[in-house]
């Protein structure tokens, strides 16, 4: 059985660098480790088009959700791709797998109202893999690639902001900056998986891109 992983942001004072160095969203919560059967299973949907796999990754994303305690009325919003890339592979792999989720909180009468909106963030520019980059290479990708729709549908917002996998953390910071930009009242995200290199690597990581502490869920 995976552990959950979540991610705070610490309450207590802190210095103005490190308020600087805090990611734009509340809290980033995923299932388990992107490794072994999970890291197999999210391949099988996002490489090789297996679609039922989605099911079973939504089972999981349902798990993470859960975990954040979320109340209210919440919008839903997948990481988009671009439309060349999602023709590519047929579907948004984030998206299928979130739908299955919200199925599940459905039938468990989760206390949050979430409302999926997959239409209110676009990824309006492709941009190149993520993989030997470096922390500033991969901001500078990034950097403009998402653009919201209907800022009037965002303004004071709470959103849940899902993905499959939490890599960096660079893709969905610059998801949650231009959320927030747009009025967003908070930002929460939640991945099926999340790698566990940016641990090895906070040393040389400049202070946007400090990673937040990760404790296991109990």
């Known amino acids: ?99 299955m989720a919200l199925k599940n909180l459905k039938k468990m009468e989760a206390s949050a109202d979430f409302q999926l909106r997959a239409d209110l963030l676009v990824r309006s520019r492709e941009t190149r893999s993520q993989i030997g980059l470096s922390s500033h290479q991969r901001r500078e990708n990034m950097r403009g690639a998402f653009v919201v729709r209907k800022s009037e549908a965002i303004r004071g917002r709470e959103i849940l902001l899902v993905d499959d996998v939490f890599t960096t953390g660079t893709t969905v910071s610059e998801c949650c900056r231009v959320l927030r930009r747009a009025g967003a009242s908070k930002v929460y995200v939640a991945t099926v998986a999340r790698t566990l290199k940016f641990e090895a690597q906070a040393a040389s990581l400049e202070p946007e891109q400090v990673p937040l502490r990760m404790a296991a869920a109990g």
Do not use: W
């Open 1 to 99: 059985m995976m552990t959950p992983y979540l991610a705070p942001v610490d309450e207590a004072p802190v210095c103005g660098l490190c308020r600087r160095a805090r990611p734009p969203f509340v809290k980033a919560v995923a299932y388990g480790s992107y490794e072994g059967a999970l890291r197999d299973l999210i391949h099988l949907l996002k490489y090789e088009r297996v679609h039922p796999a989605a099911k079973a990754l939504g089972g999981l994303l349902t798990s993470a959700i859960h975990r954040l305690h979320l109340g209210a009325s919440i919008l839903v919003i997948p990481v988009p791709l671009h439309a060349k890339k999602q023709r590519q592979r047929g579907c948004n792999q984030s998206e299928l797998i979130l739908r």
